[in-house]
């Protein structure tokens, strides 16, 4: 479900590549500090995670099936910074080795898919991290809601490219409610898979969650005596 | 793993485009692109030149035909979206075989179609064409930044390992009786891919401390032509 050429005129598509480029640019100065010297090997291994995460596709009704954009799982498992890294890595290979998402439309796929969802998916997590109690249970419902946010966000802001660089005299309203229905329907299937794959995380490595450390922090260690019996 | 084994969409083969290297062709792909994105809309002489151009680079590359056409599928639900849009436009109506349509529409829809398919045939054409390591040192060659280079390389490393993990989990699932696409099963699907992703971060840890003991400082030497 990537942007094909031709889908959005020249200049609107050299735009989001500039964009692109520069939201990248921060993104792998900023990465450094959430995995350090070690972040080719594991980045790599995350964005294969997301490719074959997105591999799996799910029902949205009428016969067709949406697949997981994994913006806002990867923004909490890994990290904002890495999660953009590894999306528009993801976008990259299969531009280039796939022929999926053209590739003068490489600019507006990253920045639809790989910092939009990823900067609305963190923004919402962290906003309700804050909200919520501090208590892993909460990870996972505040990871639903970052991906359940981000996806018709997404869908609104192809939509305004779409009015600006749209190669259709298509109504824009109806476009703009239909895009937003139908994404708010794929955003609530990723919402119930992110919140779950969270979970299991949370449950069995949660320092692996990167957006849970700050809970894992605020843990002490509690030692009890044993009273023999 | 390694160079010699290709990739899924790669075509074996010793053509002039095999051995181009990839900067030139990715650059070439890039500018080709920009110009038929850029070529209005009811040109349709240049879109058949262009279309000419393309056929011609694909006869040169030896990549048979009935090996890229079925793999043109991947552009299915845009052109879905393409075959739509005279029927969703507005605009002056127009009579095609008897069914009313707008024109603006069935113009755009057509271009969409058209720009479209270029568009993947030509990517197509790369993909079939190219080694993955070609690409990266063509990309690294293109002063892509080196971790860039760097994460793509390992993704594509372990892109089939990955891949081929989640297989037997489905396999598994599916053996169980579970049917991953039904929502009924989400939450078993989903702890598959919280054990996937775990297995993966773990993968990559393994991997950086294997490659801390042959001596890696962040760079990859490997990557340099040693042919």
Redesign the interface.
Known sequence: MHVPDGFLDAPTSVATGVVAAAAVAVALRAARHELDDRTAPRAGLVATFVFAAQMINFPVGAGTSGHLMGGALAAVLAGPWTAVLCLAVVLLVQALLMADGGITALGTNITLIGIVTVAVGWAVFVLLRRVLPKRLEMVAPAAAAGALASVPVAALLFTGLFAIGGNAPVDLAAVATAMFGWHTVIGIGEAVITGLVVASVVATRPDLVHGARPLIAERELVTRKVVPS | MGAGHG???FFHGHGPIHRAPAHVK?LA??GF??V???TP?QAYGVFAVEALVLLAVIVVSRVPLRYLLP??V??L??AVFAVL?PF????PRTDVLGVSV?E??LV??I??L???S???L???T??ST?E?QD?LRGLQRLRM?E??V??????????D???A??GRMMTALRSRGCD??S?RH??V???S??????R??E???R??LA?LSRGYD?KLPQLEKTS
């Open positions: 990739h899924r969409l990715v792909l890039l692109m920009l038929v994105v850029a809309r793999r043109m991947i552009e639900p845009f849009m969703i436009s507005h605009g707008s603006p529409g755009a829809g271009a969409l058209v720009k479209g270029i568009g993947v030509a990517a197509l790369l993909a190219t993955p690409l930044p971790l860039v760097q994460i793509m390389g390992f993704m594509i490393r372990y892109l390992v990955v891949t993990e989640l991953p696409r929502p989400w939450p699907l989903a702890r891919l919280g054990a996937l992703f775990i993966s971060y993968r990559g840890e991997v950086h490659m962040g």
